[in-house]
């Protein structure tokens, strides 16, 4: 039977969906992000799946989501998107130390993945932490510096961009130390996934393929980086894309 089990990491609110035997076992773990706007509970049918094939699934709330939701308005909590982003970076070796504390991940197999502002994190993560094993990006971009420009553009067309210029440069700075795109030698190799609608509108294809087209050449075995693309799909994961990425940890956790 699968359990799922609510849990404060160092003050994360996270689901860990676990078969209940295994509870008390070290087991390969999956940390998976949701996205901007959406909460910790709605990936459980990807936890469930990968629990079945004996990983230890968590799912934390990244800042200003599900049960660290505060009274914001809509366009601060849009102005606050890189923070979360980067916050969850910091929380994700938070998490890894607890779980090391409690010797819970078993030979060091430890994964990450995430959809939308979870792939993003996914991607920034990748460039601080070599101990992450195996990834899997769903609809985000790993051209985080890029991706920031054309926010900011957007809401500086509509009026809507109440922060000062240096404030945006400053930010620009801060995520080029974490932009996957400008460090892909920082992958050294370990299995990485994309998976990503041909028509989305909100994160832009191109952002991933681009990317894996040139990352993929620093690759020694090409089976370990693969891109699935899906036509006429817009910002939402498929059934496929959730069974691929299941079958992506099986394959390489």
């Not at 996914?122 to 985000?140: C, D, E, F, Q, R």
Request: a neutral charge; glycine letters at 6%; aromatic letters at 12%.
């Amino acid at each position: 039977m699968i359990g799922i089990y609510k849990e404060n990491i160092a003050s994360i609110p996270s689901l860990i969906i676990v078969k209940e035997q295994n509870k008390q076992k070290a087991l390969p773990v999956v940390v998976y992000f949701h996205g901007f706007t959406s909460a910790k509970e709605h990936n459980l049918p990807i936890a469930y799946l990968l629990a079945e094939k004996g990983y230890r699934v968590l799912l934390p709330d990244s800042k200003y989501h599900g049960e660290r939701e505060i009274e914001m308005s809509a366009i601060k909590k849009q102005i606050s998107f890189w923070d979360i982003v980067l916050q969850n970076v910091k929380e994700l070796g938070i998490i890894k130390e607890y779980l090391d504390e409690q010797k819970l991940i078993l030979d060091n197999r430890f994964g990450v993945a995430g959809t939308s502002m979870g792939g993003i994190t996914t991607t920034a993560s990748l460039t601080t932490y070599p101990w992450i094993k195996t990834a899997a990006v769903l609809m985000g971009s790993p051209k985080i510096t890029t991706y920031a420009k054309t926010l900011v553009d957007s809401f500086q067309k509509e009026g809507d961009l109440p922060v000062s210029e240096a404030t945006i440069d400053e930010l620009y700075k801060q995520l080029g130390q974490y932009d996957l795109s400008k460090q892909p030698e920082k992958l050294d190799n370990r299995p990485l996934l994309f998976w990503h609608g041909e028509s989305d509108p909100v994160v832009p294809f191109d952002h991933s393929y681009t990317f894996y087209e040139t990352a993929s050449k620093l690759y020694d075995n090409p089976e370990t980086i693969r891109f699935i693309k899906e036509k006429n799909r817009g910002h939402k994961v498929s059934r496929f894309a959730t069974l691929e990425t299941v079958k992506w940890f099986e394959a390489h956790l």
